[in-house]
Nanobody
Framework: QVRLVESGGGLVQAGGSLRLSCVVSGRSFSDHAMGWYRQVPGKERELVAR???????DYPDSVKGRFTISRDIANNTVNLQMNALKPEDTAVYYC???????????????WGQGTQVTVSS
């Protein structure tokens, strides 16, 4: 059974940093894309970072230059370093493991349970 467990969320002041981690068990995703999404109540879940099986990374403009995704294939872990946090980054953050080497398809992803990130102004 595939399981994704996030950690590292919490409360931080604007301008601060947090590092989220996601440990995957049940199978290896070394040849699949992984990513981080976030969601606030009443809005669609938003992709904030993606890393392909070959290490290609991309981000939406809203977090580019502030967020960095990385993966540790040996430990089946994906991390999200978040710097210069803003109040609008407040959301529940979800780790996702895809079924394709390069892309993530929300309806097909494996998901973690989510971790709350709150950025105070």
């Amino acid at each position: 059974q595939v399981r994704l467990v996030e950690s590292g969320g919490g409360l931080v002041q604007a301008g601060g940093s947090l590092r989220l981690s996601c440990v995957v068990s049940g199978r290896s995703f070394s040849d699949h894309a992984m990513g981080w999404y976030r969601q606030v109540p009443g809005k669609e879940r938003e992709l904030v970072a993606r890393i392909s099986s070959e290490g290609y990374r991309d981000y939406p403009d809203s977090v580019k230059g502030r967020f960095t995704i990385s993966r540790d294939i040996a430990n089946n872990t994906v991390n999200l370093q978040m710097n210069a946090l803003k109040p609008e980054d407040t959301a529940v953050y979800y780790c996702a493991a895809g079924r394709h080497p390069a892309i993530l398809i929300p309806d097909a992803n494996y998901w973690g349970q989510g971790t709350q990130v709150t950025v105070s102004s």
